[in-house]
Every structure is written in C-alpha cells, then in structure tokens.
Antibody, heavy 126, light 107 residues
Framework: QVQLVESGGGVVQPGRSLRLSCAAS????????IHWARQAPGKGLEWVAG????????YYADSVKGRFTISRDNSMNTLYLQMNSLRAEDTAVYYC???????????????????WGQGTLVTVSS | DIQMTQSPSSVSASVGDRVTITCRAS??????LAWYQQKPGKAPKLLIY???SLQSGVPSRFSGSGSGTDFTLTISSLQPEDFASYYC?????????FGGGTKVEIK
C-alpha cells in the first residue's frame, strides 16, 4: 500500500531554518512527481512546492519562493523541503503528496494529488 | 496566478439532502480541476479529477461538472460520513492553487 510519511516538524524561532522529510514506501519514488502542501491552523489548503520525477523541474508558490527549496533523493526514496528564513505565517501542518498525472484530450498532463502523508506540524514562534 | 473561489464557505444540511458546491477560476482552466474531501485531523482525499471523473472507490453520490471557469461538486444524497470540508484545486498551470474550502455541517 502506498505510504508517505513526513517528519522533521517542530517549533522553530522566526528567521531560523528547518528541513522536512517525506519517506515513500510501496512504490518507486523515481517515477512520480511529489508536492508539498500546507494548512495553517483552522485554514484551507495551500500548495507550496512540487518537483518532477527526476528532479529536473521544481515549482514554488510565490509565498515561499526564494526561502524554501524542494529536493529529492530517489536512491533513498525520500523527498525534502528545506525551509529557510521562517516566518510566523509559515506555521502549518505540512503534507507531502504523490502526484497523479492525467492526460486530457489535448495531451496536457494535469497534476492531481492521489496519495497524501499524514502531515507534520511546523510552528514558527519566538 | 489562477485564483479559485469556492462558495459557499459553509453549508448546513441534513442526511439525505442534495448539496451543491461551486468553484470559480479567475481564468479558463479547461477541465483541469479536482475536488478533495478532508475530515478533521486527516489528510485530504481525492474525489473527482478532470472536473467530472470519479476517483476509484468514491461513492457514486458524488459528481462533478463544469469546464472553463465554473465548476460544481454535487452530493446527491448526503450521508453521515460526508460531513467534512471540500476543496477544489486547479491543475492547469503552476502555481497550483486550491479554493478556500466549503465546510458541510450537520443541520
């Protein structure tokens, strides 16, 4: 059964850094794009970043561009999110999600989130 | 960036009711839209993809429609396990974006 397990969350002071990990099992990570999304307490979902199956393409939300870096180690079946210059507004549960690419009649591969981890809480506070 | 606007933000309904949630994109996204269900403390679950295709294992009382900028999620007969929050997500272009969510509550 496909499983994604996030780790690395915790309490961190504003301006500091944190690295999240997402360990994949029961599937070959190197054949899938993976994304991070987050949810602030009591709020809705926000897509944060995504990386292609081979790491050649990376995408970021404007709110984290220049501060967060997504990467992957396919040999370790693990995905990472390096978060620098953290702010109070980055406080959230962070989820990793495996994409499912659906090709429509025009040949475009739209990316949906088929499998999700359980999430890890990041709290940015002094 | 494409903005996704969901309405209503919350709805109170009874078991057996028909519930409709709408999602509007700030620009055309063809049919590249998904709907997710999220229960408290849990990760979201994919219900509908490509605007109207039912994900495997999802009950047929859930249906989606629309294309371009206007989309709808319909629950034909609300069941106790359907009380949750629902989110739309556009998959047309990066950055990917979610709607603000709709909470379906018990009347």
């Amino acid at each position: 059964q496909v499983q994604l397990v996030e780790s690395g969350g915790g309490v961190v002071q504003p301006g500091r850094s944190l690295r999240l990990s997402c360990a994949a099992s029961a599937f070959t990570l190197s054949t899938y794009g993976i994304h991070w999304a987050r949810q602030a307490p009591g709020k809705g979902l926000e897509w944060v970043a995504g990386i292609s199956y081979d790491g050649s393409h990376k995408y970021y939300a404007d709110s984290v561009k220049g501060r967060f870096t997504i990467s992957r180690d396919n040999s370790m079946n693990t995905l990472y999110l390096q978060m620098n210059s953290l702010r109070a507004e980055d406080t959230a549960v962070y989820y990793c999600a495996r994409e499912w690419r659906h090709y429509d009649s025009s040949g475009y591969g739209a990316e949906y989130f088929q499998h999700w981890g359980q999430g890890t809480l990041v709290t940015v506070s002094s | 960036d494409i903005q996704m606007t969901q309405s209503p933000s919350s709805v109170s309904a009874s078991v057996g009711d028909r519930v409709t949630i709408t999602c509007r994109a700030s620009q055309g996204i063809s049919s590249r839209l998904a709907w997710y269900q999220q229960k408290p403390g849990k990760a979201p679950k994919l219900l509908i993809y490509a605007a109207s295709s039912l994900q495997s294992g999802v009950p047929s009382r859930f249906s989606g429609s629309g294309s371009g900028t206007d989309f709808t999620l319909t629950i034909s007969s609300l069941q106790p396990e359907d009380f949750a929050s629902y989110y739309c997500q556009q998959a047309n272009s990066f950055p990917l974006t979610f709607g603000g969510g709709t909470k379906v509550e018990i009347k």
